[in-house]
């Protein structure tokens, strides 16, 4: 691995089946920076993070499997990137309670998580309050540049950078500030209602679906819209084909739903066949996540610890 590249770090929560709004919103981004080669990588599985969400060890085991062998059937190489999890670089932890000790409520209750939470009137949890100081400790522990995220995630990485400075105040020079990197036309990829596609709405299409489900799913996207193109089918195909390749069949189409339904299940599995083999093809043998996750958690360790040792140095507990 090359360490004197600028340093790209992202993450993504083991908390349900992934989406084609995961991966056109962030995991597709990932691979290209793999490709270019302008950075080199820390991808992690905020295992965590998730914990908020997952309460069940048999959950949190299969749905981080899951992601691991989602990230590299997407494309993205263990022998490129530094592909890991969270919870096995303890450092994220650490990093985050010198964090809180530096942050006061009221900052933190700006975020968006903690305001929905407490407009529902639900009880927020003590972890979900200090998610965004985990988040910058991901984050800043790599000595972080790029942080390719959706749009959803933009204030946690505005939160990253003001700790940051923050603590660079307070205690000397010691993190660079990460700036997010978002691509506006998939910032929000839309689900089968027309909502953000999101594990929490039910209005997803699953990134492995077989060829019959993404029949259903197809066939149920919401189309009463009114007009003659039906938007939420053409906003789902405007992630597969160009804007000049669906005027032709969207014109010819007008006011057929079913028709311009059938060429979206086309599109969809043609896309999603390759990485449907490609995962079986990888979950097939127990080893390989296990493999990937042991070395991945090495490496990331490594760096972290010596950006860790800076820190404690720094507020005087080395
Ligand atoms: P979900 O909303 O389904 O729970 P996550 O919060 O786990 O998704 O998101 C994981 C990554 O995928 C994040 O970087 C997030 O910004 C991105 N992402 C999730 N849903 C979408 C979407 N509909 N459009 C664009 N990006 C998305
Ligand atoms: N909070 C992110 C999400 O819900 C996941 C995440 C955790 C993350 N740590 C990160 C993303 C660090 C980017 C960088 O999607």
Known sequence: MET??????????????????????????????QTVGSHQSYIMVADYHALNFVQNAGDMRDLTRELVLTYMASGLNPEKVVLFKQSDVPAHTELAW???TITTMPYLMRAHAFKDGEAKNKEVSVGTFNYPMLMAADILLYNTAKVPVGHDQKQHIEFARDTAEKFNRTFGE??????????????????????????SYNNTIPLFSSRTDIEELVMSIV??????????????HKLLKTEHELESLYTEHTGKYKALK???IEDLDAFIAPLRERYHELASDPRTVLDVLEKGGQLARERANVKMEEVRRAVGVS
């Open 262 to 264: 059938e060429a979206l």
């Open 174 to 199: 010691t993190f660079t500030l990460p700036e997010e990197f978002i691509v506006p036309e998939v910032a929000v990829v839309p689900g089968l209602d027309g909502q953000k596609m999101s594990k």
């Open 4 to 33: 004197d590249k600028p340093i790209l770090l992202s993450g993504i929560k083991p908390t349900g089946v992934p989406h084609i709004g995961n991966y056109f919103g962030a995991i597709k981004q990932l691979v290209e920076f």
């Open 223 to 236: 189309t009463d819209s009114g007009s003659d193109r039906p938007e939420n089918v053409y906003a789902i």
């Open 98 to 100: 010198i964090f809180d």
